[in-house]
């Protein structure tokens, strides 16, 4: 059975919905949810809402550690957002309703391990790194500047590791490398026994790889493929317009990808 994995919804339900559609149309019953849920997008409750009742189970991003605590080294941009999100949660007249929210953000886990759908491959699923779990990034150019931080990084995955955080979609490999989609065949990563991988599955709402579209992942016993969505961008970046605690940029950035 495959499983679809989504990352940094980052409050954009418009991305989130068509993920959705795009999964459901290819037969995919099963959701995880590599976290950042919220943050940054005009719709993080019902981006929670969707999660909990769609994802088999998600993990804790920085940004949802931040709605919950508090936003620890953000910028100002940020910060405003999760300061703003929070103020969503706590307006909710529902009081059950409010008190599920916070319960579901405060069981996100940290890190899950569990074999590939169908195969053996263990797979190491975390939103930063399997270093810092929540708050550490692994950019592109880290394989090239940073060696010795990738040898590290890879002392802490067995095979396979999952990540989200920088929104930009990608392969690490401990050679050390990487490999965007568009340099893998069929932007597909098969798994090799003798190489570790770190997987960016990069972001449904919040694209930084100058592709707007939303980007998710679909893993396999053997492999992991990378799928990229349309939606309608115009519709998330002009409710963020009317959110004076949110940045304009939030919207305009979507149009780009980055």
């Known amino acids: 059975m495959p499983t679809a994995v989504i990352s940094d919804i980052h409050g954009n339900a418009e991305a989130l919905k068509q993920v959705l559609a795009d999964i459901d149309a290819r037969g ?37 550690f931040g709605v919950l605590y508090e936003p620890t080294n953000f910028n100002s941009m940020a910060e405003a957002s999760a300061f703003w999100s929070r103020d969503q949660f706590d ?17 996100l ?41 990738m040898e590290a990084l890879f002392e802490h995955v067995d095979r396979v590791a999952i990540v989200g955080h920088t929104h930009v ?56 493929e990378f799928i990229r969505v349309e939606y309608d961008i115009a519709t998330t970046a002009e409710r963020i317009k009317t959110i004076p605690q949110l940045e304009d940029w939030l919207g305009e950035r979507l149009y780009e990808g980055r």
């Open 169 to 224: 979609p990608g392969v690490f490999t401990d050679e050390p490398d990487f490999y965007p989609p568009a340099e893998l065949g069929d932007s597909t990563y098969k798994f090799i026994d003798d190489e570790k991988a770190i997987v960016n599955v990069g972001s449904v709402g919040q694209p930084r790889d100058m592709d707007p579209r939303a980007s998710y992942a679909v893993l396999l016993a053997d492999r992991i």
């Open 91 to 107: 307006a909710e007249t529902d009081e059950k309703l409010k008190a599920q929210r916070y319960d579901f953000l405060g069981h």
């Open 28 to 64: 995919i019953d099963r959701i995880i949810c590599l976290g950042d849920i919220v943050g940054y997008g005009p719709d993080p409750l019902e981006c929670v809402d969707i999660v909990r009742r769609r994802c088999q189970w998600s993990l804790m991003g920085n940004h949802d």
């Open 109 to 149: 886990r940290v890190r899950v391990i569990e074999p590939a759908p169908g195969g053996e491959t263990p797979i190491l699923a975390v939103h930063g790194s399997p270093r810092r779990p929540i708050n550490e990034y692994i950019f592109e150019g880290d394989p090239q500047n940073d060696p010795d931080k």
